[in-house]
Nanobody
C-alpha cells in the first residue's frame, strides 16, 4: 500500500509562485507514474499534470500548460509541482496520485493511490 502526503500549499497573491511536494512511502516509488489533480469548490476534480516513472514523459492540463511544471526525485520518493504565474482560478485543493500504468495518465480512474490534498488559495 502506498501512502502519499502533500505539502506546500498556502495563500499567495496572483502572479506569485508555489511549489507543492508529495512524499510517498510504503511502495516502490520509482515504479509508479505520478499525477497531480485539483478540485475547486463546486467543480469536478481536474487533471493538472502527470509524469512517468522515469521522468521520460510529462503531460499537463490545458489550463496550466506553460505555467506549471511537474518533476520527481526518485531518490527522495517525492514528486513536485512548481506553480508559477498563479491566477485566482487556480484556487483549489491539490491532490497527489500514484498509479501503476506505464504512462502519464490524465484520468482519475487510472490512479490507484491518493493523498489527502493541500489547499492552494490565490488572491486577486
Amino acid at each position: 500500500q502506498v501512502q502519499l502526503g502533500e505539502s506546500g500549499g498556502g495563500l499567495v497573491q496572483a502572479g506569485g509562485s508555489l511549489r507543492l511536494s508529495c512524499a510517498a512511502s510504503g511502495g516502490m516509488f520509482s515504479t509508479l507514474a505520478m499525477g497531480w489533480f485539483r478540485q475547486a469548490p463546486g467543480k469536478e476534480r481536474e487533471f493538472v499534470g502527470g509524469i512517468t516513472r522515469g521522468s521520460i514523459n510529462t503531460r499537463y492540463g490545458d489550463s496550466v500548460k506553460g505555467r506549471f511544471t511537474i518533476a520527481r526525485d526518485n531518490a527522495r520518493n517525492t514528486v513536485y509541482l512548481q506553480m508559477n504565474s498563479l491566477k485566482p482560478e487556480d484556487t483549489a485543493v491539490y491532490y497527489c496520485a500514484a498509479g501503476t500504468l506505464p504512462y502519464a495518465a490524465t484520468q482519475e480512474r487510472d490512479y490507484d493511490f491518493w493523498g489527502q490534498g493541500t489547499q492552494v488559495t490565490v488572491s486577486s
